[in-house]
């Protein structure tokens, strides 16, 4: 992937991941994330949820593929990109990784440094990129 992809991937503000579903139907959310070379991670943190085990995790568990997305959208469509990552998913059980983990992700977003999550750790481990663009990326 170019480096230029990967920076507004990268810098991007939020996330939408896919899972499946254990009877096959997707499962599409948002989620705040931070990239570090081919290895994504997220985590379950204090915004209200109705439960701490999530749907996600669930899916993830039985299919550990997944695919996120980050975007841009502009009233002028000659502004808009994306790009597609595509990897296996796991729960971070190494306590270490799971604290780089945490720090990558309160570099990224103040409300972590606040509050940091005290849920479940996700690594993605990236094996595809796709973009697109409107107009090539200076």
Known sequence: ?????????????????????????????????????????????????????????DDIAAHPTVSLVVDHYDEDWSELWWVRMDGEARVVEDEDERERALDLLAAKYQQYRDHRPSGAVVAVTISRWQSWAARPVL
């Not at 570090?36 to 943190?45: E, N, P, Q, S």
């Open 1 to 57: 992937m170019d480096p230029q992809w990967r920076d507004r991937a990268a810098t991007a503000p939020v996330a939408r991941i896919a899972t499946v579903r254990a009877d096959g139907r997707p499962r599409v959310v948002p989620c705040c994330f931070a990239l570090t070379g081919d290895r994504l991670y997220w985590a379950v943190d204090h915004k209200p949820k109705s439960t701490r085990q999530l749907g996600r995790l």
